[in-house]
């Protein structure tokens, strides 16, 4: 999940076009493990709790450094308890099981919050686990050549030794030198999530100084259908078509940061990016609510009366996504359905400033929307492109194809325009 990293290596020229696409499943690939650490957990879980009821049931009286259990018959429930390696066991079969619900697709949806709190319980998984390890519940002989397995205690008699062993088939064993003695494992677990946790560490903190800068928001525009347009200027902001950025407003929540793809991408004329946001939870809410007045008060008169002060704002990235290999083929196809416009809305964008200067020579590009008026929200820049190429000679090089879902509110819609003119 280093997406600066991913970036990078997804823009250099020694990634070929199909490690490409392997970088593109960085989110598949941690969902995967996510799952695999959730079912090796209840495999290493499962495996203790048997050694639990072993330790318990079988004590060795004969080697009690070994024993986990402090007398035959303890409950395994007291154990569990009462040492390092049980509790914090049980914080961390928790906090996974938090996390992983949580991360389910209905929970993300209907409650991303839920989602993005739980889902920083890592650092607190990391930590208990570093702690885990302490307990030395497992251990291992120190003295093998002093006291081999299966030799006879000084104790113990050789002619006894000697008659237990031929009872069981086995030849003369040896005297021990000395009685065994046991130390536990040491702790292995910080080498192998030093180098992520590192990692991860480092692109954090880089992440966290590229976007200490605030933007600054130059227009707010309200779009039918819910959704805003927001225009913003960054110092040293350089993006690609079809990457993304993180926004963070600390007026809304300072830890919620939500994803948006870029509909408009700084160029050498003018420095402007933007995004496009439907309004369908709490964070968008709230932030629509700070960028733009209530549905009172007009939009047109509010900047004659006041200067509309807008809220600090942060924004990390850029991110690469798949939708910038639009432009590495000679002919593309681009599907769409709804909101999810917003990666070839700046595609678009960009043809318009200079398409000859890319490979593509055709784009077929497919918009589904529920709604006619969802169409406004790129109406212009669609036309404009569109009697561009016309001009240029090349009405073939986009291929523009509308789809509405829902066809019973446009036929409604019809009839009231027919009932209005009769």
Known sequence: MCRSLLTYLRGTHVVNRKARRLLDKGKTFHVACGVAICVFSVVHVSAHLANLVNFSVRYSEEFPALNVARYRGEDPRIIILTTVPGVTGVLLVLVLFLMFTASSYCIRVCNYEIFWYTHNLFIVFYLILLVHVIGGALKFQT?????PPGCFRANQTS????????ERGEGLEKSCGEEAHFQPHQPQTWLWISGPLCLYCAERLY???RSSDPVTIVTVLRHPCDVIEVRMLKREFNARPGQYVVLNCPTVSSFENHPFTLTACPTEKSGVFGVHLRVVGDWTERFTELLLPGPGVASE???????RTYPKLYVDGPFGSPSEDVFNYEVSLCVAGGIGVTPFACVLHTLLDSWRTFRLRRLYFVWVCRELQSFYWFAELLCTLHHKLWQENRPDYLNLHLFISQ???LQVSQMQSHITRA
Request: charged fraction near 25%; avoid cysteine.
């Open 301 to 307: 008169i509010l900047p004659m009366v006041q200067q």
């Open 407 to 409: 066809t019973d509110r």
């Open 207 to 209: 992440r966290y100084i």
């Open 143 to 147: 003295n093998v050549e002093a006291h």
């Open 159 to 166: 002619s006894e030794h000697q008659g237990e062993g031929l």
